[in-house]
């Protein structure tokens, strides 16, 4: 890690500035490695009444990873010693005592799609499945404040709680289809589920105008909470209800972690002009940590099956 002072500077600025609060016991530095290898600093909170431990991430508080470069440590000291203020003030008495075993966190385990590709050396700690070129990967829930939150679920935790992929996947399946209800509707009725990325600067859709010129509906399917909602289209029986409601089966384009595209089929043919579609998208507007895949895939209700074009 490089800049080590600079760190050890603000962890000690931030243990300063919040001395005798929070029943707090250290700051440390924490190199996180995130969805498609992105690696990001933190600062580990540690309280004597909390086995959770925050992190907070300055590269997100000042949307730029080479904040080091910018600011000086006061500065960021000052920066993350707030955000943790505000990801505390809505943390109860449960939470708070809430210990880290498979009992009390079996029903906050969610899964998420994430790119196989980009996520090699992340998923030979974890276990996953693999499904076509991506992978399902598990995480344990928390809502800090008003924010999401998630832990991911090593091959450590999986063993300390002695599970295994399976036992993942159906109490995640369960959770989500329960707590994560879909969200299907026309991409421009839920435009505003684009506009902001937890690790970038507020973002825009790209002009839709060539698309509306060509004449084809777009649907976007995420979840109530737009949190890993590309992996909604994995709920028993969704994608035929799909199926089912359009009268033909679909497309879908990976907008990012957090939400799909659906196409119906039979409003287009050019497979080349939906992967231009994706890829221009996957360049323009979506974040590092949130890329999903530049494939397009299609939905087969006779096979009821997903498959990469």
Known sequence: MENINYYETIC???SEKLKGEYNLESVSIHESQKN?????????????????????????????????????????????????????????????KRSFTLEENKDKIIYSLISLERNENLLRKCPHIV????????????????????????????ALWRVNT??????AIENMTRDYPPVF??????????????????EKIPDDEETCQRGFPMYILTNNKGYFGAGTILYKELAYSLYEKM?????????SVNEIIIIPQNEMEDVDYLRSIVKDVNESVV????????????YDHESDSIAVV
């Open 12 to 14: 000690n600025l931030i």
């Open 36 to 96: 498609n290898d992105i690696k990001m600093i933190g600062f580990v909170f540690r309280m004597s009444d909390m086995e959770i431990m925050p992190c907070i991430y300055p590269g997100r508080i000042f949307k730029r990873e080479d904040f080091a470069e910018i600011y000086d440590e006061q500065t960021v000291a000052d920066k993350v010693a707030e955000s943790f203020i505000e990801s505390m003030k809505n943390i109860g008495s449960i939470e708070r």
């Open 131 to 158: 499904f076509n070129d991506l992978a399902i990967v598990f995480r344990v829930y928390y809502r800090m404040n008003d924010n999401n939150a998630s832990v991911l679920i090593d091959n450590g935790i999986a």
């Open 166 to 171: 399976e036992n993942l996947w159906n109490l």
């Open 185 to 202: 509707d026309r991409l421009d009725n839920v435009i505003n589920l684009f506009m902001k990325r937890d690790d970038t600067e507020e």
């Open 247 to 255: 009268g033909c089966d679909f497309y879908i384009l990976p907008s």
């Open 287 to 298: 974040s590092k940590t949130d890329y999903l895949s530049d494939s397009v895939y299609i």
